[in-house]
């Protein structure tokens, strides 16, 4: 089974950390994006898009990696422990994965990718809206133990590799949000494979484009 990926890349990150939670193993091919390889003719026919990750699992080829954690989970998890089958359950995993992709990683991408990748000045208005985005997981992790209930499931492999491409390679500050912070110390320590993965990839995404928080 192939993944593309970029180590940099926290949506990469979380496919990862999925793979490792269920066991499997992973063909990793590392594109370089900066020298245009995923622009290749031979990837754009895997992948029109040409996005990572992208996962090739014989005649399976998808991208997104929501979608991909969802896959490996129904494909390959020997039990329910990380994506319950439970419809009430499972609806809840899903609207967190949906929130990660469409609220919290897009608005710390829209406030931060400008200054990381050509430089430019943070735009206070975005900021303040992922702090928006943040108060919001403040309000889930208040209620339960985990991103989506009392277990951990995938939408906190997916969240955390977010929240620590936020806290490690921009610095942002998260110390006002006590219940994200009690879960995010409690995750980075469960979670296998964080510190190779997410952490190590996080410094290397700001060490890549010598990013320094002004």
Same mark, same amino acid.
């Given at each position: 089974?192939?993944?593309?990926?970029?180590?940099?890349?926290?949506?990469?990150?979380?496919?990862?950390?999925?793979?490792?939670?269920?066991?499997?193993?992973?063909?990793?091919?590392?594109?370089?994006?900066?020298?245009?390889?995923?622009?290749?003719?031979?990837?754009?026919?895997?992948?029109?898009?040409?996005?990572?990750?992208?996962?090739?699992?014989?005649?399976?080829?998808?991208?997104?990696?929501?979608?991909?954690?969802?896959?490996?989970?129904?494909?390959?998890?020997?039990?329910?422990?990380?994506?319950?089958?439970?419809?009430?359950?499972?609806?809840?995993?899903?609207?967190?994965? +949906? +929130?990660?992709?469409?609220?919290?990683?897009?608005? $710390?991408?829209?406030? $931060?990718?400008?200054?990381?990748?050509?430089?430019?000045?943070?735009?206070?208005?975005?900021?303040?809206?992922?702090?928006?985005?943040?108060? +919001?997981?403040?309000? $889930?992790?208040?209620?339960?133990? $985990?991103?989506?209930?009392?277990?951990?499931?995938?939408?906190?492999?997916?969240?955390?590799? *977010?929240?620590?491409?936020?806290? /490690?390679? /921009?610095? %942002?500050?998260?110390?006002?949000?006590?219940?994200?912070?009690?879960?995010?110390?409690?995750?980075?320590?469960?979670? *296998?494979?964080?510190?190779?993965?997410?952490?190590?990839?996080?410094?290397? +995404?700001?060490? %890549?484009?010598?990013?320094?928080?002004?």
């Amino acid at each position: 089974m192939d993944l593309y990926y970029l180590a940099l890349s926290a949506p990469c990150q979380s496919v990862m950390l999925v793979a490792k939670a269920l066991n499997i193993q992973l063909n990793l091919k590392e594109l370089d994006l900066f020298a245009g390889e995923h622009l290749k003719p031979e990837f754009l026919k895997l992948n029109p898009q040409h996005t990572i990750p992208t996962l090739v699992d014989n005649d399976v080829v998808l991208w997104e990696s929501r979608a991909i954690v969802t896959y490996l989970c129904e494909k390959y998890g020997k039990n329910d422990k990380y994506y319950p089958r439970d419809a009430k359950k499972r609806a809840v995993v899903n609207q967190r994965l +949906f +929130f990660d992709m469409g609220t919290l990683y897009q608005r $710390f991408s829209q406030a $931060f990718y400008p200054a990381i990748m050509r430089g430019e000045e943070v735009d206070p208005e975005l900021v303040t809206k992922l702090d928006e985005a943040l108060e +919001f997981l403040e309000v $889930f992790l208040e209620k339960t133990s $985990f991103v989506a209930g009392d277990n951990l499931t995938i939408a906190d492999m997916c969240v955390l590799a *977010s929240i620590t491409t936020i806290d /490690v390679t /921009v610095g %942002h500050d998260l110390s006002k949000y006590q219940h994200i912070q009690r879960w995010y110390e409690q995750v980075k320590k469960s979670v *296998s494979g964080y510190q190779e993965i997410c952490y190590d990839g996080a410094v290397k +995404f700001g060490e %890549h484009f010598n990013y320094k928080k002004k």
